[in-house]
């Protein structure tokens, strides 16, 4: 059990961004909202998966929508209280603590501005290690684990609690209600067993996100090379390096969708690679070879400062340095890949590992 | 108290569809499941609304969403007992018993298969005393009550539980997700107190329902006009004869919109007449006369038998009456025709009360 303040939510919200892989949500929402929470209520209790008491009620919390949307739209931060709320009266039982759904600017750090608001712990532990644009891409969908019963909240006052068959029925009704709810909405969803969770979850992901953005804080600080030092921390791989010449991008049925043109330069001069998305970067190749594919982790980062740069933070110009990082295990399953493999998001390519894309295509290491 | 058998089901059933002014969902469905319940569980019994204990809570029930989809995709009665559990461990209080949101072939009828399959009894009430498109449409919400809680089911096991803002809220959200699940679902909303009910209902809607059914049987048998029987049980006008001739009609945004024309025969030889709905009836006029607007009612019926007609059951080349009803006082206030007036549909005339459209325009009575 650890308290978590100011300097650890500033290292979190870096992390939790990188490992967005362009989506998760607007880290500087996230980070604000957190902050403001610790501001008002004090420092959150941050629990590891063992340090829950058996049997408890774990409900994970986030934003649902297109980032696009959240940036106009912020949270009051009463919506999460409300479907919190609401779960709470319909299971007749008291939530214990809440937890991130996955990894990423705004889903890393709304359950912590929640559970500073609450008084209730955060547990060390998320559904994808990684974040992913729809809700049945978690770790729990691929145990079997239903995402109902879910609410689903808009800072109006309207929320939906949604009773589904299975979490890809969940997925339609909840997507619907959302963009008719305004765009984004907040969500407690999945509601656990802390067994269950241990089981099936990404232990220490907190912890994790914010060892990398300590390592890229520490790096400037100390004049290393942050990129370097990030694909130490996180054991990935330097893909391409780049400056940003065009970006298509539309916000449809509630998803921000859309692929970014990155020229080369350096090693890559006579290459674009072109990044696809659908909220979070899902594919990454180039006219000749094939770089890195969902479920495995695309981020793109500043080449200065390896600060991480959501899909809506892609500016024309931009240098940048795009990295992959090796998903988990779980997600390279049958089920993982045909869950959130390239094949699931239409684009027509088969999933293989960063690690053989890197040996075959000899990517820059 | 009384209880209703086969018999007054088969009147009701048809009352209903005539009071649903074309919407309010295939009468034969409703009638077919009103039946089977009768048969597996016993007969129903109707409470008038003087007979209900004090604070007693009262759950309307019914279908949403458009007739054309219902009549492919047959509820099996599960949905509506889903959604009443539902609503039940939400609120925490048991329901006293069902009653019709709207008089309309489904949906008068539905309110009864469930009560026969829960063991409840129905109230002899209604919150349109017609049918009306959108679930804000109710003398409920002219009264400012809420229409959340609310639950939608659909046949697949998916609900869904709001609570909103307000009823135009309730009204986005869930229709929205109806069309998701399918495109029709059983809903139970308002939850409402007797004494709610008592001062902003439309009372003894069933038993008028029944008497207009009864009235069309008994005039075939006695070889009466069933058409002037109709009008005199019901306080109606004949607005026009005629020959549908043309119908265009398509499901959109979980609607039935479309218009149908009625070439005129007889003292109507000259004119043809336009009828404009969504789900219902809202707007009859010929190339001269205005005829009749929402929210008073427009009935089509069959011009030997004097049975109703849905929009969904207007045929090519049927001989048709058409007939005008004033609809209740409730609905001719300043909020009433802001809420289902001509102008709330889009439509570009100002309502008129149909007895000064039959005394200006020589309307045939």
């Known amino acids: 059990m650890r308290y978590l303040g100011k300097q650890e939510i500033e290292d979190i919200a870096v992390g939790a961004a990188l490992l967005g892989t362009g989506g998760g949500g607007d880290p500087y929402i996230g980070k604000l909202m957190a902050l403001q929470a610790i501001e008002d209520f004090g420092p959150i209790k941050l629990l590891s998966l063992d340090e829950v008491p058996p049997s408890s009620l774990i409900v994970p919390s986030g934003m649902m929508g297109a980032p696009t949307v959240m940036i106009e739209k912020v949270p009051n931060g009463e919506e999460a209280i409300a479907a919190f709320k609401s779960l709470e009266k319909y299971l007749?039982?008291?939530?214990?603590?809440?937890?991130?759904?996955?990894?990423?600017?705004?889903n890393s750090l709304l359950p912590l501005a929640l559970a500073a608001r609450l008084g209730l712990p955060v547990?060390?532990?998320d559904g994808m290690g990684r974040a992913f644009p729809e809700l049945q891409m978690t770790t729990f969908y691929l145990d079997d684990i239903p995402a109902a019963p879910m609410v689903i909240a808009d800072e109006k006052g309207n929320s939906a609690l949604l009773t589904t068959i299975n979490n890809v029925w969940g997925e339609r009704i909840a997507r619907v209600s959302t963009t008719q709810m305004g765009g984004s909405v907040m969500m407690a969803i999945y509601p656990m067993q802390i067994e269950q969770i241990r089981q099936s979850g990404i232990k220490d992901i907190l912890s994790f996100e914010e060892k990398i953005g300590k390592t890229i804080r520490l790096a400037k600080a100390n004049n290393q090379n942050?990129?370097?030092?990030?694909?130490?921390?996180?054991?990935?791989?330097?893909?391409f390096q780049g400056k940003v010449s065009d970006i298509e991008r539309k916000t449809v049925t509630g998803f921000a969708r859309g692929t970014a043109s990155i020229e080369g330069y350096g090693e890559n001069a006579d290459e674009t690679l072109t990044l696809h998305f659908q909220n979070e970067h899902l594919l990454a190749k180039t006219e000749k070879r094939l770089l890195c594919v969902t479920p495995d982790l695309i981020a793109v980062l500043d080449a200065e400062?390896?600060?991480?740069?959501?899909?809506?933070?892609?500016?024309?110009?931009?240098?940048?340095?795009?990295i992959g990082i090796p998903s988990h295990q779980k997600w390279r399953t049958p089920k993982g890949i045909a869950t959130c493999g390239p094949g699931y998001f239409g684009y027509d390519v088969e999933f293989q590992p960063l690690e053989s894309l890197i040996r075959l295509k000899g990517a820059v290491k």
Not at 226 to 239: D, K, S
């Open 92 to 106: 007749g039982q008291e939530i214990f603590a809440t937890m991130p759904i996955e990894a990423g600017g705004v």
């Open 123 to 125: 547990i060390d532990v």
């Open 226 to 239: 942050p990129i370097e030092e990030v694909l130490q921390a996180t054991g990935g791989f330097e893909l």
């Open 305 to 322: 400062t390896a600060l991480p740069i959501t899909t809506e933070g892609l500016r024309y110009g931009a240098r940048c340095v795009v």
